[in-house]
């Protein structure tokens, strides 16, 4: 696609055929739920109305330059450049967002599993949850809003080296279970942490002992509330 893709049924349609959308090519979907299922290369404009959805969903997408109002993640997706985008980005269940380049998100949204991989960042101005799934590789995950991060046990995994910055308010929540992490990775609150978890918690390597663990540096403040 070259042109104009335009969506206004509210109905799902599934593209089961590689899509090219290339510059200057414009993709807008303006009602219902566009599922892309064969991955392709994306370097043109994606458009996306209040309440449609665009969804990578099949495939393998490779990402150089690319703009977007919302995107829903449930495959593999490769980000080689800058990826922005201006609503919510939702990894799901068996989405891999793996970053080399720069990905910037208005909100974020990691309570359905998922993987975020890669060397490059995540960057979220906005609202950002997580609540399973894993962030690993040597990148770097940036929430400047407003997080919550809910204590999700082993369904939850911060690894490979990754560091998670928080420097908005984080709110650190749920009962009996942990925040995983290996010995590797650092997180780095320059903001408001405040943990209200109700059970017994743990930030940490589970598997870990005393030397075993990952750094939480607190330039900010820490509270406990729960």
Do not use: C, H
């Amino acid at each position: 696609n070259t042109g104009t893709f335009r969506k206004t049924g509210s109905a799902t349609t599934n593209v089961a055929s590689v899509f090219n959308n290339v510059s200057p090519g414009v993709v807008d979907v303006q009602a219902g739920t566009l599922n892309l299922s064969n991955g392709g290369t994306q370097t043109g404009d994606f458009v996306t109305a209040a309440g449609a959805i665009l969804r990578f969903n099949g495939g393998t997408f490779n990402i150089n330059t690319l703009s977007v109002s919302s995107l829903r993640v449930s495959t593999t997706v490769n980000v080689l450049g800058t990826l922005t985008v201006g609503g919510l980005l939702e990894l799901l269940t068996s989405g891999t967002l793996n970053v080399t380049g720069q990905v910037n998100a208005d909100s974020y949204s990691q309570n359905a599993g998922g993987t975020l991989s890669g060397t490059g960042s995540l960057a979220v101005s906005g609202q950002a949850t997580w609540t399973s799934g894993t962030m690993t590789g040597t990148g770097t995950t940036i929430f400047n809003g407003t997080a919550t991060i809910t204590a999700n046990g082993n369904v939850q995994f911060l690894g490979g080296g990754r560091k998670l910055n928080t420097a908005g308010t984080t709110t650190f929540t749920g009962a009996n279970g942990d925040f995983r992490t290996g010995a590797s990775e650092t997180i780095n609150n320059s903001g408001v942490w405040i943990d209200e978890t109700t059970g017994t918690s743990r930030i940490g390597n589970v598997f870990g002992g005393s030397f075993d663990q990952s750094p939480f540096n607190n330039t900010g403040t820490f509270r406990k509330t729960g």
